[in-house]
């Protein structure tokens, strides 16, 4: 289980707008990273996002949520292996089956990672994500003395 803390933003009935933090480690790397990279590809660029909490809630209150991990390999498997796959197929085709020279090859190996890529944002789109709500906090203590990890 991957969990992560968020804070509330905006509270209309049910649903709740929150707010991750971004971590530390991701500051040092400027985007370069792969993760970066994809969740920019992939990812919504919004700040917040929106989930159903039957809890009452108010802004400003933090709440622990955990994702399954098998979410994070199916999603893994879509956005590196489909291009891939989408590009071998394509060139053995061309290769094999319309004896195509050389050159034909390569665009086909292009136009078929190009093809598995929108196939992947497309899917990734699709999966449904399976977000549990831990723990909601209350608002009047810091979280790191709820969490018991201020040092005395």
Known sequence: MIEQTLQ??????????????????????NGKCGSQVFSKLFGTHKKTFSINIDQAVQ??????????????VRNA???????????FIAMFASALLLNLPELWQIFAAILGGVT????????VKSLKHDVNLVKVYPISLPLTQIDGDCGK
């Open 77 to 87: 498997f879509f956005v590196y292996m489909l291009p891939l796959l989408g590009a």
């Open 59 to 72: 802004i400003g209150q933090k709440v622990r949520l955990s994702l399954d991990d098998s979410h994070i």
């Open 116 to 123: 598995g890529f929108f196939i992947a944002k497309h899917s």
């Open 8 to 29: 509330v933003v905006s509270v209309k009935g049910t649903t709740v707008q929150l707010k991750a933090e971004q971590k530390p480690a991701c500051e040092g790397c």
